[in-house]
């Protein structure tokens, strides 16, 4: 069996799909499963906490660079337009679809989240599971958002801002 070698270096900025964010500290051999692996070693910038990824599993875990500032232009677009990315179904199913947008680490999907549930909270007053849905949207997007442009989090904020209450 062949190891895959790591994409990632020690100072790298990486995105994971769950926390976000990280710089991979280091890249180290660990034991898993009776056999030794390399493993990413990731410190999640906006938390502070450690994770581990196996580099034979980073691409099936969702593991990938920061976007580009054309990726990023791109997010932006989404977040302006105009059209909702899941229908009128009943909560529980929209839900599970919106959670699922978020858990695929795709930033488009996450912008899609984000903008709806910003424009729902226009129209009412948003649920707990909706606001939770919002908070983890924009907690995965800002910062990935800021470092490709190059800006604080602060001008990424303000920027959404203008998107949302225009």
């Known amino acids: ?16 799909p769950a926390h976000g964010v990280g710089e991979v500290l280091a890249v ?12 990413y070693v990731l410190r999640i910038l906006d938390a502070g906490t450690k994770v581990m990824v196996a580099v034979a599993a980073a691409e099936s875990v969702g593991l990938r660079p920061v976007m580009s500032r054309s990726e990023a232009q791109r ?3 989404i977040l302006r337009a105009p059209e909702v990315a899941v229908g009128e179904k009943p909560w529980t199913r929209r839900h599970r679809v919106y959670t699922e947008m978020l858990k695929s680490g795709s930033p488009y999907e996450i912008a899609k989240v984000l903008r709806d549930m910003y424009r729902l909270r226009f129209d ?10 919002l908070d983890q949207a924009k907690g995965l997007l800002i910062h990935e958002l800021a470092l490709a442009n190059e800006v604080e989090r602060a001008a990424i904020e303000e920027e959404l801002q203008a998107i949302f209450s225009g």
Request: proline share 10%.
């Open 124 to 133: 009412k007053d948003l649920s707990f599971a909706e606001r939770k849905l």
């Open 1 to 16: 069996m062949t190891s895959t070698p790591p994409a990632f270096q020690p100072g790298d900025r990486a995105v994971h």
């Open 28 to 39: 180290e051999e660990r034991a898993a499963g009776g056999k030794t692996a390399p493993f």
């Open 75 to 77: 997010v932006l677009d």
